[in-house]
């Protein structure tokens, strides 16, 4: 696979980038954290340095902005990552895999093999787990497995507290089905983010481990950081593999005729779906790890022996809230494999007409588990595939052609995030979109995150998003469109927001929902096209049966007053009820809204 792989990428052309990668400036900008760059921000007179003037206001715009965007960049320097000035950190791990690969594949194994879980937590279709098996058995050693708990990367994360509780119920199934292997899962808490590398490789050495396997995330903390542990690895004689996994065509891959990354969907699927049909071995499922060696019960007695710790003090849940979650998530592969098969047995075929109404239950609900990796996305696709009786992604039933293409958004964010890597640092797609002069009224964002804005839709998809930890896609749209244009809220407070409360929280996939929804995204929608919240709601939610059921006080209004209590005659018991009266006016609200892009998309910052 290795030799694959080093033999397909290209050899990076000398550019730009890469003499910026030997100069001394570049290396100091990788190696600093991102406080750190703030902090010497204002000293420098470096234009790449600067941050965007955005944060400068946060004084006026007060704590909320404060806290959450200390480490916005400046235009310049995302303006640099767009043209290829920068290396992206995906370019980094390439390059620490290709330089080591000789070094590497001359390694002898030693005494185990290593393969560390992070968002795969499965053993079905894993690639690297697969690898790693593969390894261990063809030397006759064990294969051990890890996780490693960062309460400070669930807190740079934004990871919701139901996100880690069922990373954590995911564990537990994990460690028992690899036990049935004779495969120990070894998890440990370790709370700085910055010690991980460090405890792999104290671990590493315990084991007497020559080779450690992982699948690639593709946000820039972990690509450096991977980047960097490849190559200390190596220095230690210690092999580290890091593959694609999580997507089906890894980012990079598929190219505009001018040879540029597509920044719309369409055009992008097109190319996805033939480059699919090209290389159908991109589909191949993985098997299971192998039985281990039988020395791996004794020599790693102590590893079958550990326990998977609780959630960190910083991500607990209450009780009420574990009992509702995990009767409404059940976790680990199994659960993942037979709703999956439900939803291909009775679902996917009526997928086109159900898909946008949020009282039917017309979706798989299975986000979370391909978030957390209980389910790979090759998986889904074959099998929605092959009820299609058709090798085709794009024939035979109109509603699975549907499902699939909506899978591949997951591929399509990554391959952004890859692409256009200051997308996870605060910055929206196009840089001109963060001059919007954006709104930071507490009142009015405290209002949305409770659903109490007075337009019921929007309430019910925010109190369903509080109350079980996911919410319906249309909804999402709505609830977005609405914060960013008719509350002219930063979409950022939005996204964080999700983050926090999703169980499905995947930071590609709810990045590039809010930068489509909030028009500041790659394949944007339109500013000007702002949702109507009544006429959505009209058209989604006909009979008001989702609403009706996420927002109580509603729940005798009859007819069509339900969509707008207050301005159908339905306000006096509305209001008796408790359900507040609606927090702006939309046609103005509109109005505000498209000045403020307009008058923020035409400044040059
Ligand atoms: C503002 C916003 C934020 C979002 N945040 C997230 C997030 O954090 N995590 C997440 O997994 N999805 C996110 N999505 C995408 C989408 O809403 C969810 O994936 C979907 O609602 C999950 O429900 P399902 O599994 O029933 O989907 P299905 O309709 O059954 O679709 C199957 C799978 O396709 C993928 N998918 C479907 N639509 C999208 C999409 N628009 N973008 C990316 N993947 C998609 C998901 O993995 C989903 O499980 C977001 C969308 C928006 C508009």
């Known amino acids: 696979m290795p030799a694959a792989r080093a033999a397909k990428r290209k050899a990076p052309a000398p550019s730009a ?12 900008s990788v190696s600093t954290s991102p406080e750190r760059v703030l902090s010497k921000a204002s000293s420098s007179t470096d234009p790449l340095r600067q941050p965007h003037p955005f944060w400068q206001q946060s004084e006026e715009a007060g704590v909320v902005l404060r806290k959450y965007y200390p480490h916005e960049m400046s235009n310049a320097r995302a303006k640099a990552y767009q043209e290829g000035k920068l290396p992206r950190p995906m370019e980094l791990l390439n390059d620490a895999l290709d330089e080591t690969f000789q070094q590497r594949q001359e390694i002898k194994v030693k005494g185990a093999v290593v393969h560390w879980f992070k968002n795969d937590l499965r053993t079905a279709d894993n690639r690297a787990l697969r690898a790693a098996s593969e390894a261990a058995s063809k030397a006759g050693v064990p294969l051990v497995t890890m996780y490693l708990v960062s309460p400070e990367d669930f807190e740079a994360h934004l990871t919701s507290p139901v996100r880690v509780d069922f990373t954590i119920r995911n564990l537990k199934v994990l460690k028992e089905e690899l036990a049935k292997l004779d495969i120990p899962l070894y998890v440990e808490t370790v709370e700085k983010r910055k010690d991980i590398p460090g405890r792999i490789q104290e671990l590493l050495e315990e084991w007497d481990a020559s080779h450690l396997y992982t699948n690639m995330e593709y946000e820039v903390d972990e690509l450096r950081r991977e980047a960097k542990l490849v190559r200390a690895l190596a220095e230690k004689d210690i092999s580290m593999d890091v593959m694609h996994d999580t997507v089906v065509v890894p980012p990079g891959t598929l190219t505009t005729g001018a040879g540029n990354q597509y920044a719309v969907y369409t055009p992008w699927y097109r190319a996805w779906v033939a480059h699919v049909h090209a290389h159908p071995h991109l589909l191949e499922l993985f098997d299971p790890p192998a039985k281990n060696h039988v020395s791996a019960r004794t020599k790693f007695k102590d590893l079958f022996a550990s326990r998977v710790p609780d959630a960190p003090a910083n991500k607990r849940i209450t009780k009420d809230e574990a009992e509702r979650f995990r009767a409404l998530w059940p976790a680990g592969e199994h659960e993942a494999a037979k709703r999956l098969e439900m939803f291909c047995e009775e679902k996917v075929g009526k997928y086109t007409a159900a898909r946008n109404l949020p009282a039917e239950t017309g979706t798989s609900s299975l ?17 929605a595939r092959d009820r299609n009786k058709t090798k085709k992604l794009n024939a035979g039933n109109e509603s699975i052609q549907r499902w699939i293409s909506e899978i591949a958004w997951r591929d399509f964010y990554k391959h952004v995030l890859a692409r256009w890597p200051y997308v996870c640092m605060n910055k929206p797609f196009k840089p001109e979109y963060a001059n919007i002069s954006w709104s930071y009224d507490a009142a009015h964002f405290a209002a949305w995150c409770e659903g109490r804005t007075g337009f019921p839709i929007v309430d019910a998809a925010m109190r369903q998003l509080n109350h079980v930890g996911w919410m319906h896609n249309r909804c999402r749209m709505i609830v ?18 999700f983050m926090g409360h999703l169980i499905d929280g995947d930071f590609a996939s709810n990045n ?88 923020g998309i035409s400044s040059d910052l």
Do not use: C
Request: glycine share 12%.
């Open 480 to 497: 977005a469109s609405f914060l960013a244009k008719d509350l002219l809220i930063d979409w950022r407070m939005g996204e964080k927001y």
């Open 367 to 383: 986000s979370a588990h391909f978030s957390a990796g209980t389910l790979s996305t090759r998986t889904a696709i074959r099998m």
């Open 512 to 599: 590039g929902g809010w930068g489509f929804a909030a028009s500041v995204g790659v394949d944007p929608q339109p500013y000007f096209r702002i949702f109507n919240p009544l006429l959505q709601s009209e058209k989604f939610d006909p009979d008001g049966e989702y609403i009706r059921k996420w927002v109580p006080e509603l729940k005798g209004v009859k007819g069509d007053a339900v969509h707008e209590p207050y301005g159908r005659g339905a306000g006096p018991e509305a209001k008796k009820k408790g359900y507040p009266e609606p927090i702006v006016e939309h046609k103005g609200a509109r109005e505000r809204a498209l000045a403020a892009y307009k008058k």
């Open 17 to 28: 980038a890469a003499a910026l990668r030997g100069s001394k400036r570049f290396r100091s």
